[in-house]
């Protein structure tokens, strides 16, 4: 059994991954911590990803506990091919450290492609 004395201040991070080819579809958000926000996570952010190449890049999002000032443990992920995103409210599950699925445990996120401002 695993207990815990405290409540979790969860916050996640958003990356995107391409090919070292590729830097430039390479970027990284965080969301802000929120104090006693560890059974049912909300954030409220909204990140803009202007992609060149969203064939080839990957959307990783990282589900974190803020230890304190400086720490935070590692809780869960979700990570994707951009190409296979659709838009709309999506359930994202989220994996373990071992990359194994974790039961009735996922992430709702609204994905939404928008054209290109040149």
């Known amino acids: ?32 911590t929120v104090p006693g926000n560890g059974f049912n996570p909300v954030w409220q952010g909204s990140f803009a990803l202007a992609l060149t190449r969203p064939e080839t ?5 990282g589900v ?6 400086t720490r935070s443990s590692f809780l869960a992920y979700f990570c994707a091919p951009v190409w296979a995103l659709r838009a709309g409210f999506r359930s994202c599950p989220l994996r373990n450290n071992t990359s ?19």
């Open 64 to 69: 974190h506990d803020q230890v304190d000032i």
């Open 100 to 118: 194994k699925k974790i039961p009735l445990c996922s992430l709702l996120a609204r994905f939404e492609r928008l054209p290109i401002d040149d």
């Open 57 to 61: 890049a990957f959307l990783y999002i």
């Open 1 to 32: 059994m695993l207990g815990c004395s405290c409540t979790p201040a969860t916050h996640s991070a958003l990356t995107t991954h391409a090919p070292l080819q590729d830097p430039v579809d390479a970027a990284r958000f965080k969301t802000h």
